[in-house]
């Protein structure tokens, strides 16, 4: 389905999408050639990655902008530079997700549009919206005061988005600007808004090779940069040909016409803009589910060693006040269920069923510190960032220990192996995380 963001990987870009206007698929233009463009050619884990600079804008695709932060991460990841302090940094403003799920948005400037097509823009802005809201937790208000918002408004050259929330203070309201051409098409601007969102194309997911082949001979040389893999993105669900971020077939071909992307069997595929799929839907409640509400619910915590060894309170523990918490083969017990609720946007607190009121807690900052089940304090020790792995579930940081992960100790796949943090071992070039290091979030309630 989708692309997720964050973590190492996991995650915000732009363009000329002006690509989607005659036939309201897209129609990719040369928009950015008016200006002078310098594509960057960055080699990172054994795939060719392009950057399109164009007045002082970073493009990762004809319709998403990066930071000047995330450009400088792609250059470290491509050279081979040691990265593991700004990879923290990237994880924390590549496509972020919104606080809460709400969007906050700012209506186009009147005065740029005639009455007529300011009112079209209106009512497709709020097709859009109805078109994400209608089977996802979304909300989109609009603005008053808030400092983060999207401030959408017509472009007479192209549809451009950035990727996901992002602080105004970081770089101000550039990176939150819709710019659309097409606001006469709902699907087009929800394209843009789950940019905005955290979602990026489905033919850049790091697992698109498996379904898909580009030939990027077919390509037009500025072009190249829309058919990245992206190193910082995850992929959920089986690939999404439907999807209403894939690109079509003859997108981007410098011969016009001609299929630059087919299908493993050789086959094409049809792009589409009418409407979300349901892969669409799914990568979006995936990506949003932990940001959603409050509480997001009552959970086993299950190792990616065994599918059948979940988290579980060492009930017996002598220490009834620090519970050290192993891995057991799994049952319906309340000791190896937890409620994880929201502490602010992007940590959590993890805690008990089986006594409600201790929390998992982090015996120290070492590497190798166990993990256990304490009395609630609201301390930075008990609290954790959850990052989203797509399909490879979650890993867990500790807010005061950054750089460590939630492991099984020595990756022993074994019924009473402890839980401990350990140098957080994911790989900045592909996002992906040790299976010791991974768990499932499996809903129980």
């Not at 892969?279 to 949003?288: F, K, R, T, V």
Request: proline share 4%.
């Amino acid at each position: 389905m989708k692309k997720i963001v964050f973590l190492l990987g996991c995650i915000v870009l732009f363009n000329s999408c002006k690509s989607e206007v005659d036939d309201a698929t897209e129609t990719p233009s040369n928009q950015m050639n008016a200006h002078r463009t310098i594509v960057h050619e960055l080699k990172i884990n054994g795939n060719l990655t392009y950057i399109n600079e164009t007045d002082g804008k970073y493009f990762f695709a004809d319709d998403v902008i990066i930071s000047p932060d995330h450009f400088d991460y792609l250059k470290k990841l491509a050279s081979g530079e040691t990265i593991s302090a700004s990879k923290s940094t990237i994880a924390k403003s590549f496509a972020r997700t919104w606080p809460d799920g709400i969007v906050y948005y700012r209506i186009p400037d009147q005065s740029t549009l005639s009455n007529a097509n300011y009112q079209i823009f209106r009512r497709n802005l709020d097709s859009a919206f109805n078109m994400i809201s209608s089977r996802t937790n979304i909300e989109f208000v609009e603005r008053t005061d808030q400092p983060e918002y999207l401030h959408y408004q017509y472009s007479s050259a192209s549809n451009d988005s950035p990727l996901g929330w992002r602080g105004s203070e970081s770089y101000g309201q550039i990176f939150n600007i819709v710019n659309l051409y097409n606001y006469d098409v709902p699907g087009i601007i929800a394209h843009e808004t789950m940019h905005s969102m955290g979602i990026m194309h489905e033919q850049c997911r790091p697992d698109r090779n498996q379904y898909l082949r580009v030939n990027t001979d077919r390509i037009q040389r500025t072009a190249l940069n829309n058919f990245n893999i992206d190193p910082a993105m995850a992929g959920y669900g089986d690939f999404d040909f439907e999807s209403v971020m894939m690109y079509g077939p003859t997108d981007f071909a410098a011969i016009p016409g001609q299929a630059v992307m087919t299908k493993l069997d050789g086959t094409l595929f049809t792009k589409q803009r009418v409407r979300l799929s349901d892969g669409d839907y799914n990568g979006i409640n995936h990506l949003y589910g932990p940001v959603n509400n409050g509480v997001m619910g009552i959970f086993n915590l299950t190792t990616e060693l065994d599918s059948d060894l979940n988290l579980t309170s060492q009930r017996d523990a002598n220490d009834q006040n620090r519970i050290n918490i192993i891995l057991s083969h799994s049952t319906a017990n309340n000791n190896q269920r937890f409620v994880i609720r929201k502490s602010n946007h992007g940590s959590y607190i993890i805690r008990s069923t089986w006594d409600a009121t201790k929390v998992l807690t982090i015996s120290g900052t070492a590497n190798g510190s166990t993990v256990e089940l304490r009395r609630n304090n609201n301390g930075n020790d008990q609290k954790w960032k959850l990052y989203n792995l797509g399909n490879d579930g979650y890993s867990l940081e500790p807010v005061n220990a950054p750089g460590l992960r939630l492991e099984v100790r020595n990756g022993q796949a074994a019924n009473g192996a402890l839980l401990v943090i350990g140098s957080d071992e994911s790989s900045p070039l592909t996002g992906q995380a040790p299976n010791r290091q991974r768990f499932k979030l499996n809903k129980r309630n």
